[in-house]
């Protein structure tokens, strides 16, 4: 839903409007209903990209790189699945909340983060099968898209698998083909995989 201005038309003109380069985390799940760590994943890869971000710059050698470096903003997307995913977890009736239900709770939710983090509509979410299919669907639909040849939007999955704190991000070219992935985004347990995929989030290809 868009009411509130938290839905994915808010989250696209503010990718539009930026001056710089733009990440879009993209977190597609049942939400039945969302919790705190939902909120805690994305708060955590967030800092982990805008961390990678700041040490590339630190590390550019010359005043070029520096400035070739542009600002970097990162946006939040919680898509949520079909019933049928609910279904298949083996939730009946009376432990399923209804698709409108579950919109409204991430709207809840996110309202308290700043304008960073957004809620898909229902009708774009509930086709998509995982966080790829999603990100497929917002590329194909080109809200998105940027007037400037020289600034870039990459879209990265964002997940923590059930059971388990640490964060899954999955790097995607336009093509939608998972470059790397890595399971942990903590700061305290940064490993070399982890700093190899946030550099290739951050890289922009140059």
Not at 28 to 36: A, E, I, L, T
Not at 130 to 138: D, E, Y
Not at 146 to 170: I, W, Y
Request: proline share 2%; charged share 20%.
């Amino acid at each position: 839903s868009d009411s509130g201005g938290r839905g994915l038309a808010h989250a696209a003109e503010r990718a539009r409007s930026f001056d710089g380069d733009v990440v879009v985390l993209v977190s597609h799940g049942s939400f039945n209903p969302v919790h705190k760590d939902h909120l805690k994943m994305m708060v955590d890869a967030r800092a982990a990209v805008q961390e990678a971000h700041r040490s590339a710059a630190c590390s550019a050698h010359t005043h070029d790189e520096r400035e070739a470096r542009r600002d970097l903003l990162v946006l939040g997307v919680f898509g949520i699945t079909g019933t049928r995913w609910l279904q298949a977890k083996g939730l009946g009736p009376r432990q399923r909340f209804a698709d409108d239900a579950r919109v409204k709770m991430l709207e809840l939710a996110v309202a308290e983060q700043g304008d960073w983090l957004f809620v898909a509509d229902s009708a774009l979410s509930t086709h998509a099968h995982s966080a790829a299919s999603m990100i497929k669907a917002l590329q194909a639909g080109n809200a998105f898209a940027r007037e400037s040849g020289c600034a870039h939007t990459r879209f990265v999955g964002a997940a923590h698998p059930d059971g388990n704190r640490t964060v899954v991000l999955r790097v995607y070219t336009q093509r939608n083909v998972a470059l790397c992935t890595h399971t942990d985004a903590s700061a305290s347990r940064r490993t070399p995989s982890t700093s190899n995929v946030l550099k290739t989030i951050t890289a922009w290809g140059r």
